[in-house]
């Protein structure tokens, strides 16, 4: 099956009929860039709740310039929607294009039309093959994750709209429904376009359902309830022209498939309805309802486990039918005015039910009528009334309750339209909107990827903005780096005073006195510095600790070796003490007793290379930030390796002596002490804890003897 | 680490002495975060807890320090438990070994920092009380020779350790009033009295006891 004949339009004469093509274009040819099959199970979704609450969405949003309100069915109303004219079977969802571009019944008659074999015909009809914008349409977000356009800004969106779900829809049901996707897809195409006047031969649709008989339940189904009498016999009048003609050549069809149709009990009323007299008509509207029953009842016959479903949804239509048939006059004007009456305040009472039920306590929602019922209410319930009625009625005392008065008057609202009906109806009424609520799961799974993928791009998106703010404060610091750097240039000679002053000093308490002034007078002099004037808390505290680093740098070697070579002589004999240990040491070594489940990370390598970095810094600071984040390291990598309990203490001592062992960081006393001079004032919180735990490791590898 | 009592917020340090498997991780993790062995904690580490509390409208930042109880770590206790405001002594009632061990810590303390540190000697894992290896009249009537406060506890079960931590907040608040009073008394005598013991104590000691680990 070639590109050529997928999509046979024929090109409409008439205004309305060109307005509806291109909207329909433009809604099909979403599929059609990928390849054909593709295209198929995009555009050729059958019953596809979503896809009619798609069109729901933008029918909401875009009521009066398409003036085809009457053919969005309830799927508008899946949102508690503003249709006004909605048909109870909802469910025709069929074919979303459906909906939105021609009246069933000209759809429907119309499908019979082309037949999905006989692929030349497209062509030889002088149909418009397939308008460029199909093609220049960029491909349409592949289904995972769907990535839902402005979902209510109208026609474009609309369309974007229906490619995803289709494609989500597809996934689900694709495998179910493969071979069946040309034949629909050609009908829904065609159907919707295809005018009457040039329509070649009535023969096709025979064919066609010939097809659809053959095809699986799930298939006719999707053919299904693609339009109701009441609509069809409202819009009939519109384009009587093109019905008359059509009901002509359809007769022989759609009389037989009528025949044979018939038996199925479900349906029986109906057909005391109309059976006795369908032929006579020319009459555009009954050929048109009859037309539509005709399916439905091909619908029954091909999937009886779907019958009963439909008779739930067929059943407002069956009392408008019985109405008919009762007023003798099926096709009187008064009579459509019943029949569309009825399914008018069938549907309004469904819409207006559905919005109660949103915004009634959904957790609350199962046990509620029997908690009516329990509670009594018994002065209230009046016998004659309904579960809907009951259940609005606690809906209502919890509105007044919060008075709620938005939620009383529609609760009140909601209620008058109920009571007006029967238990049947009502019953009718409830299986309508759980057979909505059930045809919408697709789109709701949809939904639900559609959040899923959102939530992945805004979980990247915060990861991208981590990884700028990183940058940012990276640059930042280097900015005030600089400023600072600029800023000592001009007290060189300050620097240079102190330099000297702090040679000049023996105890280790003038020392910190002495840097801690000198610190404190930089600080005061950048803060009079016109650069640093406007700077803000953060920049300053930057500043701070650039001066610091840098004022710490010139006098590291005085700072960090006080004693010169007692220091230097210190650190290396201990440095070779550990090195002789660290060749004894193992980490389940008796000495340290590391706690058997944590051995597997074993020999904690990340909190190595952390602890062997601690020389690359100069300031104290900088040093007792190296030395967290090797606690931290090991810490995070203990509690990886125990999920059963939260390491403590007891844990973690042995693995830092461990540590520290191996990495066996060179100048490990001095760098305590430089720590302790300069720093161990400013030390607080967490910070202290982990600088004890840190000294008293090194404490306690003074004190093992590499000799047990 | 010392209480910063002048103003209407106490900063205490505590510092959890006793011997390993006593349950001390349990205890403060039981206590900051109210979870017992879950298998959903979140808390990556419970070697160093926080807690805000409000106590009488005074504020008070406690600040948990485990540390190693392992025998062979005893050595490091003056390290641990230098400038602490209170000490939390668990043992395990099943196991009185552990009561010996805390014995040890009581006499060590005293020793280190007199009365200045606020003791309490904890009794963990009641929940095993069946097992019981140390009597509660020994406990309690050795508790109060030494001038602390005896608890029952079991972390598992959560009983007995909002008591625990409240009563010694109390406890660690009446200290450092006492101590606003002196210093409100004579500024720097009493000064240099807390630094001053805190410092003779501390160094004479912190150096013989990093020696006497063997004997430890």
């Not at chain 1, 009929?17 to 099959?37: H, K, N």
């Not at chain 2, 540190?117 to 009641?126: A, D, E």
């Amino acid at each position: 099956r070639g590109r050529g004949d997928e999509m046979p339009i024929i090109a409409a004469p008439d205004l309305k009929q060109e307005e509806r093509l291109q909207e329909l274009e433009s809604c099909s040819g979403v599929g059609s860039t990928s390849d054909d099959t593709e295209v198929r199970e995009v555009s050729s979704r059958p019953s596809t709740p979503g896809l009619s609450v798609v069109s729901g969405i933008s029918a909401t949003s875009e009521d009066i310039p398409n003036k085809i309100e009457d053919l969005r069915s309830e799927c508008s109303s899946d949102f508690g929607g503003k249709d006004s004219v909605t048909s109870p079977d909802g469910e025709e969802a069929g074919h979303g294009a459906h909906h939105l571009t021609s009246p069933p019944s000209q759809a429907d008659s119309l499908l019979a039309m082309f037949d999905p074999l006989s692929s030349g015909e497209g062509s030889s009809t002088g149909t418009i093959v397939r308008p460029k914008v199909h093609y220049a349409r960029p491909p349409h977000p592949p289904p995972d994750p769907p990535i839902p356009e402005a979902c209510a800004l109208g026609q474009e969106p609309r369309h974007s709209l229906f490619t995803p779900h289709c494609l989500a829809q597809a996934e689900l049901e694709h495998t179910k429904q493969r071979h069946s996707f040309p034949d629909r897809l050609v009908r829904s195409r065609s159907s919707d376009i295809v005018c009457p006047g040039r329509r070649p031969t009535s023969d096709p649709g025979l064919n066609r359902r010939a097809a659809v008989e053959e095809r699986d339940p799930a298939g006719a189904f999707a053919l299904g309830p693609s339009s109701s009498p009441s609509k069809d016999s409202l819009k009939g009048e519109d384009r009587k022209d093109s019905d008359d003609e059509k009901s002509d050549r359809n007769r022989p069809w759609w009389k037989k498939r009528f025949v044979s149709a018939i038996p199925k009990g479900v349906m029986s009323c109906m057909s005391v309805g109309l059976s006795d007299d369908p032929l006579p008509r020319q009459n555009c509207q009954a050929q048109a309802a009859e037309d539509i029953l005709d399916k439905y009842r091909n619908i029954k016959r091909t999937s009886p486990n779907l019958c009963v479903e439909e008779s739930v949804h067929d059943s407002p239509r069956d009392d408008a039918l019985q109405n008919i048939s009762a007023d003798d006059l099926p096709d009187s004007a008064s009579q459509t005015a019943q029949q569309h009456d009825s399914k008018f305040s069938f549907s309004d009472a469904k819409k207006k039910l559905r919005l109660a039920l949103c915004s009634a306590d959904s957790v609350a929602l199962p046990i509620m009528t029997p908690a009516t019922t329990r509670n009594g209410l018994p002065d209230h319930t009046d016998p004659e009334d309904n579960e809907i009625v009951c259940f609005l009625k606690v809906q209502l005392a919890e509105a007044i309750n919060l008075q709620d008065k938005n939620q009383m008057a529609q609760i009140q609202e909601t209620t008058r339209c109920v009571s007006r009906f029967d238990a049947r109806t009502c019953r009718k009424l409830l299986a309508a909107i759980a057979e909505d609520y059930r045809k919408r799961a697709p789109y709701i799974a949809y939904l639900t990827r559609c959040r899923q993928g959102l939530q992945t791009s805004q979980a990247h998106l915060e990861r991208l903005l981590q990884r700028v703010l990183r940058d940012k404060e990276v640059a930042n610091r280097y900015f005030t780096t600089v400023c600072v750097r600029l800023l000592l240039e001009h007290m060189e000679a300050k620097m240079l005073e102190f330099i000297k002053a702090f040679q000049g000093c023996t105890a280790a308490d003038d020392k910190t006195a002495a840097v801690e002034d000198f610190l404190r007078y930089l600080y005061g002099a950048m803060a009079r510095d016109a650069i640093w004037q406007y700077a803000s808390e953060d920049q300053l505290q930057d500043a701070q600790m650039a001066i610091e680093r840098s004022v710490m740098n010139r006098i590291f070697k005085l700072a960090f070796y006080p004693n010169q070579d007692g220091d230097i002589l210190r650190d290396q004999l201990f440095h070779e003490h550990i090195q002789r240990l660290s060749k004894v040491v193992t980490a389940n070594h008796k000495a340290l007793q590391i706690p058997e489940v944590y051995l597997k990370e074993a020999p904690w390598p990340s909190a190595q290379s952390e602890i062997r970095t601690i020389n690359a810094y100069k300031t104290p600071r900088d040093k007792v930030q190296c030395i967290l984040r090797m606690c931290s390291t090991i810490m995070n990598l203990l509690s990886l390796a125990n999920e059963d309990s939260v390491p403590g203490a007891d844990d973690f001592v042995p693995v830092l002596v461990f540590v520290l062992i191996r990495a066996n960081p060179p100048c490990l006393l001095s760098t305590v002490q430089y720590i302790n001079n300069f720093y161990a004032s400013r030390l607080s919180g967490e910070e202290c804890y982990w600088w004890m735990q840190f000294t008293a490791a090194v404490e306690f590898i003074k004190t093992i003897d590499d000799r047990k | 680490m010392a209480s910063g009592g002048s103003g209407k917020t106490y900063s205490f340090k505590v510092v959890l002495l006793g011997e390993g498997c006593v349950g001390k991780t349990s205890l403060v993790l039981r206590y900051c975060e109210n979870k017992f062995n879950d298998k959903h904690i979140t808390t990556l580490q419970a070697s160093f807890l926080t807690k805000k509390l409000n106590i009488t409208g005074k504020r008070v930042n406690l600040a948990i320090w485990d540390t190693a109880g392992q025998e062979r770590f005893h050595a490091l206790g003056p390290i641990y438990y230098r400038d602490s405001n209170g000490a939390i002594l668990v043992y395990d009632i099943t196991d009185e070994d552990s009561f010996q061990k805390v014995k040890n810590w009581v006499k060590e303390l005293r020793k280190m920092l007199g009365n200045e540190i606020c003791l309490c000697i904890v009794g963990n894992k009641i929940d095993l009380d069946k097992d019981r290896h140390v009597s509660v009249e020994e406990a309690e009537s050795y508790a109060e020779s030494v001038g602390a406060k005896h608890y029952h506890t079991s972390a598992k079960l959560n009983k007995g350790i909002e008591e625990l931590f409240l009563d010694l907040c109390k406890r660690m608040m009446e200290t450092a009033q006492a101590e606003e009073r002196l210093k409100g008394n004579g500024a720097s005598q009493s000064a240099s009295s807390r630094r001053g013991v805190q410092i003779v104590d501390d160094e004479p000691q912190a150096t013989p006891a990093g020696g006497c680990c063997s004997s430890g």
